[in-house]
């Protein structure tokens, strides 16, 4: 079983910087794609960005685009997530997830972590 540990979250206002981690544990999948979701009150989940399993693919969402980047650590098998330039509206839940695909769909993600919040202020 694949455990996803996220951390990294915190308070930050308009214009500041996060950077979230994603440590994984266990399995026997070897390394996984790995992407990052977000959840705001009353919204569905939504993609931000995702990392094939090698790091050399990556795909970033148009919201967070030129803002958010996605790298990975393949020593550790962590997955960071660099959010500059945050804005109100990215408060949210960021969960990190694995799957066996680089996607964008949260269908095809079978791992989850428990969330980490970001609240960006005005």
């Known amino acids: 079983q694949v455990q996803l540990v996220e951390s990294g979250g915190g308070y930050v206002q308009a214009g500041g910087s996060l950077r979230l981690s994603c440590a994984a544990s266990?399995?026997?999948?070897?390394?996984?794609?790995r992407g990052w979701f977000r959840q705001a009150p009353g919204k569905e989940r939504e993609f931000v960005a995702s990392?094939?399993?090698?790091?050399?693919?990556?795909d970033i969402a148009d919201s967070v685009k030129g803002r958010f980047t996605i790298s990975r650590d393949s020593a550790e098998d962590t997955v960071h997530l660099q959010m500059n330039s945050l804005k109100p509206e990215d408060t949210a839940v960021y969960y990190c997830?694995?799957?066996?695909?680089?996607?964008?769909?949260?269908?095809?993600?079978?791992?989850w972590g428990q969330g980490t919040q970001v609240t960006v202020s005005s």
């Open positions: 997830a694995a799957s066996f695909v680089l996607s964008r769909r949260a269908v095809t993600y079978v791992y």
């Open positions: 266990g399995g026997t999948f070897g390394r996984l794609a």
């Open positions: 990392i094939s399993r090698s790091g050399d693919s990556t």
